[in-house]
């Protein structure tokens, strides 16, 4: 697994230089290894090679990975969430990412044994193809979020376009960033909001740079197992 290992180096030499470059502290920083395209046993070598926060899509395939690696890992659910699914996995998880829309709230405040924290999924792009709210109704979601004490929102969560215009990206990121400004001036104790969960193997650097406190990296830091580096 050196290849792994020069990978994992190689993401945390930017991460640390683009840190440096910008005068932000690394320790602001968590990434999350997205292990969903690649085996359990690679998920392992990543977190023996000192990356404890996993990040996954599917309830099924993080549930298989659990069994294996089970709570050295700190869990975090990455993908669209199904209400049906929902009772499957909530308890097995540390942070939720994509939070959607009220019935995924209201589902979740319905079957897990405590409070989660939470990130709120926001379609800062306004493409039709991304699920979240839009900036217009964050602050009224996040209000009746109140109504449901299982969930806490820590902070807010965006995906970038996939588009080499970097100027969008960063748009984008900063505008999630400004939203999440927002919100926790409202200083609402079930949304403290202070993280913003943005950037991925692409646009990290970019999202660093407009105050990411999590990064989703997969492909670039983990590699896909179609690479045939398992
Ligand atoms: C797959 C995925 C990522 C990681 O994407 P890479 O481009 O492989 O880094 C991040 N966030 C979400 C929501 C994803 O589904």
């Known amino acids: 697994m050196r290849e792994l290992q020069q990978r994992?180096?190689?993401?945390?030499?930017d991460i640390q230089s683009t840190c440096d470059r910008i005068g932000r502290n690394r320790l602001?920083?968590?990434v999350v290894a997205v292990t969903k395209e690649v085996s359990t046993a690679r998920a392992s070598a990543v977190m023996d090679s000192g990356i404890i926060h996993l990040g996954?899509?599917?309830p099924e395939?993080?549930?298989d990975k659990q069994v294996i690696i089970q709570d050295e890992a700190i869990w975090h659910?990455?993908?669209?969430?199904?209400?049906?699914?929902?009772?499957e996995f909530i308890n097995k998880i540390d942070y939720l990412h994509s939070v959607d829309r009220m019935s995924i709230v209201k589902e979740i405040h319905k079957r897990s044994n405590q409070t989660l924290d939470c990130f709120l999924q926001v379609n800062v792009s306004g493409e039709m193809s991304k699920s979240g709210v839009t900036p217009a109704e964050l602050a009224s979601f996040i209000k009746e979020v109140g109504a449901y004490d299982k969930v806490r929102i820590i902070g807010l969560m965006t995906m970038a376009p996939l588009s080499g215009d970097k100027d969008l990206i960063r748009t984008i990121f900063r505008s999630l960033r400004e939203l999440r400004d927002e919100i926790s001036a409202l200083k609402l104790l079930h949304a403290p909001c202070t993280q913003l969960s943005m950037g991925m193997s692409n646009d990290f650097i970019i999202a660093i740079e407009e105050g990411a406190t999590h990064l989703r990296i997969g492909t670039a830091l983990v590699g896909a197992?179609?690479?045939?580096?398992?």
Do not use: D, M, P, W
Request: glycine share 6%; proline share 0%; hydrophobic share 35%.
């Open 8 to 13: 994992i180096q190689r993401i945390e030499y």
């Open 28 to 30: 602001e920083i968590t």
């Open 56 to 58: 996954e899509n599917r």
């Open 61 to 63: 395939v993080l549930l």
């Open 77 to 87: 659910f990455i993908g669209n969430v199904q209400s049906r699914k929902v009772k």
């Open 225 to 230: 197992e179609s690479e045939g580096e398992a």
